[in-house]
């Protein structure tokens, strides 16, 4: 393999890499808190490409109003879904609310079947993000690259919020135990309201960098980067923002560097991509960046 | 009294009337990832039914059933439309991958089932009872090797191709063998790499089509998005090559997505308003165009043929039993809107294909090809 070719394939794995990563941090941030594994988050990504999508086409908003309009439609989305599908359920079994979230992703995944119509749309993009950066034989997406710096800077930012603020605070002791949280003073339900907020906001922003790049919306959309979000923090430690980030950064190196190794198995990229998951798995059973849960059985 | 009266004539009215129907399934994928394909399809079968609802004195009755775009649902369906509604015979769904396992089970169960463009051969394969209407992926496959070496003059492939997708397997299978063929170079497909359905980034795999540099890219894809995002992959990657595709390329999507990278790609399909395939063509494309305010593609123009050759068969089976519509079905020598309709020993159609470009933002008939 030639040092450009090799570049190439470099630059595309990571530019994948980062796209999963960001889907994976917003999908981490409400189980590390909830301790919810919320498989509609592939969805509530899905809806916010819609919104986003109608407020710019459809009532002629300027690109950069119609994504801050979705990314506030779909955190109000997130805590809709919280209070209908997961608040009642809170004081039952985890596998209760696992089950409802199953149901509200067949639920969102229908509702735009019915609503939008089935039909794969185009998702506007605008001309800055259309360039392709030439160097020597090595092409890198403009898109890809504030990919890259806006992962990292979210992951940063979520950091500070997790550890400077009074919110965050509560969000980390929630995350521990509920009910000690309620002891001290904490208001339980907001706080999670204000998780479900931000993690749905986070799969608006990722829903935003996943349209530019691969610019076509449909209801489905959602399915395929949900699973990788759902794996990719899983590998990473569930739970760990840092985790879900190089989580989703390995799961993309490898759904682009074993085609490219191997073209001619590029059929099985799937089977060996899991294989590695769970082998990786075996040897950190709580992911890379897993907590051992070793004070609270 | 009498309203009572009244009422108990009108349920006897209604079950002889229910009676006397002939019913037709239909099975399409409304909703989910083909339902473009589904709803497009399902015009051209409404549009035939308003011009002849009646068959042998009797009126037609359609039931209409949705498989989601799901293989599992696509045999569900098709088992409901016999076991539940006894339907005489089915009108087949879009797509080979849900084509095959509907097919497989109207087979079993002896009812006529009709393929209006499922071109993968397994629809067909060994099953006495299905038929199609459209050209098959081996002749689909030539025909575009065929062009790429004579009007393209390539020398050398790539192909990428949906590994999760019947259609998409089979196109590029069909494809490789019949360019090593006409080139007579067993190398000369140079990649024949594959990616998995619901996948959004091929730069891994166009990044080794760009290192191995063919004269052409063959991408039958199993869903027109996919084609679109690969052809704005690759031109991104700076791969400037002649791209080719198949029958699933011939929607607005393609180019809706796609943008100004499917600019000059060139793909096989089934039918065109411009390509005088019958002297039908011209009328339906009309009432099409009055009625949907566009121009009909080859979908719902194969799902109005596949409709109006089985109203044909039963007309000249006098008959609604799936046995006798069968042997009529086997000497059909229909007419329709995409050419003239002939079955094989494959009980296949022989058809001419029809190859299209994208000129200027907009898909331009470019020459037909015989069918053999």
Known sequence: ?297 | MRSLALLILLVILSFGFAANEILIGVTQPLTGNYAMGGQLSLRGIEMAYEEIPTVLGRPIKLVILDNKSDKIEAANVVTRLIEQFKVSAILGTYSSALGIPGAEIANRNKVVYIAPSNTNPLVTKDKPYVFRVCFIDPFQGTVMAKFAIQHLKAKTAAVIYDVSNDYSVGLAYYFREAFIKLTGNPRSVVTYIAYQGGDQDFTAQLTAIKKANPDVIFIPAGIVGDAALIAKQARELGLKQPLLGGDTWDLPQLIEIGGSAVEGAYYSTMFDPRANLSPKTKDFVEKYRKKYNEDPGYLPALAYDAYMVLIDAITRAKSDKPEDIRRALLTTDYVGVSGRIRFDQNRDAIKDAVIKTIKNGKFEFVTIIKGE
């Open chain 1, 1 to 297: 393999m030639g040092l450009s070719l090799f570049l190439q394939h470099l630059v595309n794995a990571i530019s994948l890499g980062f796209v999963f990563g960001l889907v994976a941090v917003g999908y981490a941030l409400v189980y590390g808190v909830v301790k919810l594994v919320n498989f509609a988050h592939g969805d509530v990504f899905m809806m916010s490409a819609y919104f986003m999508f109608y407020t710019s086409l459809i009532f002629g908003a300027p690109w950069l109003s119609a994504v801050l309009l979705g990314i506030v439609l779909t955190a109000l989305l997130g805590v809709g879904i919280e209070k209908v599908a997961y608040k009642p359920l809170r004081k039952y079994p985890r596998i209760n609310s696992l089950v409802s979230s199953i149901g509200m992703s067949f639920l969102l995944q229908n509702f735009a079947v019915v609503v939008f119509g089935g039909i794969q749309r185009s998702f506007p993009v605008p001309e800055p993000m259309k360039k392709t950066l030439i160097i020597g034989d090595v092409r890198v997406q403009a898109v890809s690259i504030y990919t890259i710096i806006f992962s990292i800077a979210t992951v940063i930012v979520l950091g500070l919020i997790l550890q400077k603020t009074k919110i965050g605070l509560a969000m980390r002791i929630l995350s521990r135990d509920f009910d000690t949280a309620r002891l001290m003073g904490i208001n339980v339900n907001r706080t999670i309201s204000f998780t479900f907020a931000l993690g749905s906001a986070l799969a608006a922003v990722s829903a935003v960098f996943w349209a530019l790049r691969y610019p076509q919306i449909f209801p489905f959309m959602g399915q395929y980067p949900g699973s990788r979000a759902f794996i990719a923090a899983v590998v990473g430690g569930i739970g760990s923002l840092k985790g879900a980030l190089l989580g989703g950064f390995l799961l993309g190196v490898l759904t682009v560097l074993l085609p490219a190794m191997f073209p001619e198995y590029s059929g099985y990229r799937e089977a060996l991509i899991f294989v590695l998951l769970v082998i990786v798995l075996i040897f950190k059973p709580n992911g890379l960046f897993g907590q051992e849960a070793g004070e609270k059985a």
